[in-house]
């Protein structure tokens, strides 16, 4: 079974709109770590942000910030005001904690395409 | 700080040729590494090493080699090539493996 999936292969959004970008995720581990990473164009892999499956609060960096939905599974990103730079695939990755994972390996959704219309 | 090193950036392979791709990083972490992307999916890990001196394999370790030369640095080698290890390498590092991992810019290689 899949322990990632981003439904929405592609997604449009106007600039200085905001735009939610689906994650869900599926582990019996209690404790966890879900992260969001953008890749642009050119290629590299870029940390974007981190929610812990004890954090009580939403994380937020900037413009992005993560609707975790802990009972649904879901971790969903949400950009405010989208730029241009913010086309890029984005990844959903998911860190399962001591009892399933020894090595901290991060386990990617499939991605999601974001394009940002002027 | 240059973070996340990886060479070579590009490579061109015919098959059974070997090949070492090197990582190296700078911001003295202890775990790093080694993930595979291939076209239209995320990255699945090939191997990783948690602590100096040791390492693991992930889930897609066929036909892959590595290598914690010291802290820095973690090669990658491919003893005989196949056309099925055409991908884009990521090398990765964290403070500890329950850190979060930042990447270093990737190399692509095309096999033959």
């Known amino acids: 079974a899949q322990k990632i999936t981003q439904t929405q292969p592609g997604m449009f959004v106007q600039e200085k709109e905001a735009v939610t970008l689906d994650c869900t995720y599926d582990?019996?581990?209690?404790?966890?770590?879900l992260f969001w990473y953008k890749q642009p164009s050119s290629g590299e892999m870029i940390f974007l942000i981190y929610?812990?499956?004890?954090?009580?609060q939403n994380a937020t960096e900037g413009r992005y910030s993560l609707n975790f939905q802990k009972a649904r599974k879901s971790a969903n990103l949400v950009i405010s005001a989208s730029q241009l730079g913010d086309s890029a695939m984005y990844f959903c990755?998911?860190?399962?904690?001591?009892?399933?994972?020894?090595?901290?390996?991060?386990?990617f959704g499939q991605g999601t395409e974001l394009s940002v219309k002027p | 700080n240059a973070g996340v090193t990886q060479t070579p950036k590009f490579q061109v392979l015919k098959t059974g040729q070997s090949m070492t791709l090197q990582c190296a990083q700078d911001?003295?972490?202890?775990?790093m590494y080694w993930y595979r992307q291939d076209p239209g999916m995320g990255l699945r890990l090939i191997y990783y090493?948690?602590?100096?001196?040791?390492?693991d394999k992930g889930e897609v370790p066929n036909g892959y080699n590595v290598s914690r030369l010291n802290k820095r640095e973690f090669s990658l080698r491919l003893e005989s090539a196949a056309p099925s290890q055409t991908s884009v390498y990521f090398c990765?590092?964290?403070?500890?493996?329950?850190?979060?991992?930042?990447f270093g810019p990737g190399t692509r290689l095309t096999v033959l």
């Open positions: 090493s948690a602590s100096e001196g040791t390492t």
């Open positions: 929610q812990g499956s004890y954090d009580q």
């Open positions: 582990t019996s581990d209690p404790s966890y770590g």
């Open positions: 990755a998911m860190r399962e904690g001591y009892f399933y994972n020894q090595g901290g390996k991060l386990i």
């Open positions: 911001m003295n972490h202890n775990s």
């Open positions: 990765a590092s964290s403070g500890d493996r329950w850190d979060t991992q930042y």
